[in-house]
């Protein structure tokens, strides 16, 4: 059984940046595509960024250029970096990993999710 515990949220101007981490525990997870997405009240949970266990990388055109995912696999963690903030980043960020070949950009792609961390943007 895998479990994600995201950390790294909170409270920020815009124009701030913030860094998730994901920390994976139960088996690891390098060879395993990950991803993040998030979810505002009232939206469908959306796609942000991913990456596969080679290393590739796929981001929402709304955070291309502004956020950038990695991951340390001997720490067995993803990490989310988040510069440039704007009030519509505001929304409940959630680390997911699948089981899937290569990138994923779907929810549904995605067989573990972490309890998600909230990064709240103030205009």
């Known amino acids: 059984q895998v479990q994600l515990v995201e950390s790294g949220g909170g409270l920020v101007q815009a124009g701030g940046s913030l860094r998730l981490s994901c920390a994976a525990s139960g088996r690891s997870l390098g060879s395993n595509s990950m991803g993040w997405f998030r979810q505002s009240p009232g939206k469908e949970r959306e796609f942000v960024a991913a990456?596969?266990?080679?290393?590739?990388?796929s981001y929402a055109d709304s955070v291309k250029g502004r956020f950038t995912i990695s991951r340390d696999n001997a720490k067995n963690t993803l990490y989310l970096q988040m510069l440039s903030l704007k009030f519509e980043d505001t929304a409940v960020y959630y680390c997911a990993a699948t089981t899937a070949w290569g990138i994923r950009t779907t929810p549904d792609r995605y067989d573990y999710w972490g309890q998600g961390t909230q990064v709240t943007v103030s205009s």
């Open positions: 990456i596969s266990g080679s290393g590739g990388t």
